[in-house]
């Protein structure tokens, strides 16, 4: 296992936006999950780096992009009109051969980040 490094968290109101940013080299899919207090961890976006094909979670789609810049092993997650329900804490994730039928199911990887807070504000 490998911890991934995030980073970009923080506070906003709503309609603002934040980019969360997770350096993870020589995997091949990256994914974004979150999870607010007292509730299940959810997917939010996956990215395999070397098609750089993406997926969204239903909840987030036209308002989160996800992207890589292989130049520095870093994904990132561009997050605009954040709303109050998107607070939570963000976790990066990343493994090898995940078939795509899987790469929004947490359980599908082994390396984590220590996760990243977002709140935003109404």
């Known amino acids: 296992q490998v911890r991934l490094m995030e980073s970009g968290g923080g506070s906003v109101q709503a309609g603002g936006s934040l980019r969360l940013s997770c350096t993870a080299s020589g995997f091949t899919s990256v994914a974004w999950f979150r999870q607010a207090p007292e509730k299940k961890r959810e997917p939010v976006a996956h990215?395999?780096?070397?098609?750089?094909?993406?997926s969204y979670a239903d909840s987030v789609k036209g308002r989160f992009t996800i992207s890589i810049d292989k130049s520095v092993n870093t994904v990132y997650l561009q997050m605009n009109s954040l709303k109050p329900e998107d607070t939570a804490m963000y976790y990066c994730?990343?493994?090898?051969?995940?078939?795509?039928?899987?790469?929004?199911?947490?359980?599908?990887?082994?390396?984590w980040g220590q996760g990243t807070q977002v709140t935003v504000s109404s």
């Open positions: 990215i395999y780096t070397n098609s750089e094909t993406t």
């Open positions: 994730a990343a493994d090898r051969g995940i078939q795509s039928g899987w790469v929004l199911v947490s359980t599908s990887y082994k390396n």
